[in-house]
């Protein structure tokens, strides 16, 4: 028995000096509140039938409230000026690295590493209108708002610039509204606007409905049962009565 507990013991020990080294403090403290808030997006009570409750609407950040397209294709050119691209009016799929490597193996690796250097993230460009409609949305009686991204698998950067990012634009108070997660079908909302077309995962089907938001990659795709389509965040946007649509489904539940 003592032997199995001093075994134990030492996986515990190995397991948080692997996490000291992955992670430098500011990380682990992100890591940290990241971890309560996807507790609280998971758990959040939702109100009884028949009872009035606040809309909860989920914002992607790349390619919703910032041009991670504009942004990758800019850094492209200026880090490998000679190389073949695709311009913007001739991106097609989510990935944009896939059309990379049709050009050749070394473009698709350089392509990857643009979005994996540091300051990628942070630099990115706010899409016309993101930040405007956020805090007016988030402004709006009855309404919650949350931040939900996912990170890329090297995170090294993006995790810490996605916060900081976040800071920068519409200020610390929404630091709190951040929810970072590989899985966005487990999270718990009754619209996820995002410019992905095909989101899957553990919760089949999820929650929330699809919002897309129109994007150089997918302004051909075909929506799918329940999925609706957002052109943009300008004024004659019509984000204001999809949400206003599904305030009043949710009223009448």
């Not at 490597?101 to 250097?117: P, R, S, V």
Request: hydrophobic content about 35%.
């Amino acid at each position: 028995m003592q032997n199995i507990h001093q075994r134990a013991c030492r996986k515990l020990v190995k397991h948080f000096k692997l996490y000291r080294e992955l992670f430098n403090p500011q990380q682990r403290r992100l890591l940290r509140e990241t971890t309560v808030q996807r507790r609280t997006a998971f758990s959040g009570k939702m109100a009884p039938r028949n009872s009035s409750r606040n809309l909860r609407v989920l914002l992607d950040m790349d390619g919703v409230l910032a041009d991670f397209e504009g942004q990758f294709l800019k850094r492209f050119r200026e880090k490998y000026p000679h190389d073949p691209f695709v311009p913007l009016d001739e991106r097609s799929g989510f990935y944009v690295t896939k059309q990379y490597y049709a050009l050749g193996q070394d473009i698709g690796t350089k392509a990857f590493g643009i979005y994996e250097e540091k300051g990628f993230f942070l630099n990115l460009q706010p899409i016309d209108g993101a930040i405007e409609a956020a805090r007016e949305m988030a402004e709006m009686e009855g309404v919650d708002v949350y931040i939900c991204t996912s990170p890329i698998k090297k995170y090294t950067h993006c995790v810490v610039e996605k916060y900081q990012w976040l800071d920068k634009h519409l200020g610390k108070e929404w630091m709190e509204k951040m929810i970072l997660t590989r899985d966005k079908t487990v999270i718990n909302g009754d619209l996820l606007i995002d410019d992905k077309p095909n989101i899957t995962g553990g919760m089949n089907p999820p929650k929330w409905q699809h919002v897309l938001f129109t994007s150089y990659h997918n302004r051909d795709v075909v929506l799918q049962d329940g999925q609706i389509r957002l052109d943009g965040w300008l004024p004659h946007s019509r984000w204001r009565d999809i949400l206003e649509q599904k305030r009043q489904e949710i009223s009448e539940q």
